[in-house]
């Protein structure tokens, strides 16, 4: 699972853009990991949706059980 994480920071990050500094770097890819990665990034592991939208769901069909 790790390295399909990494291969894909890789790909949509790391490959696009170079950085002057480790600092903008280290922030580039904090801001991927919380704003795209977790929250926009479909998985094929959650069916699909993105981690808010299965954990949504989840917690709906929860409320309802």
Known sequence: MMESFWGRMQTELLNRKSWTTVVELSMAMA?????FHNIRRRHSTLAL??????ETTNLIQLQLS
Do not use: A, H, Q, S
């Not at 801001?31 to 704003?35: G, M, S």
């Not at 949706?49 to 299965?54: D, G, Q, S, V």
């Open 31 to 35: 801001d991927y990991i919380e704003n």
């Open 49 to 54: 949706l993105t981690p808010t939208e299965y």
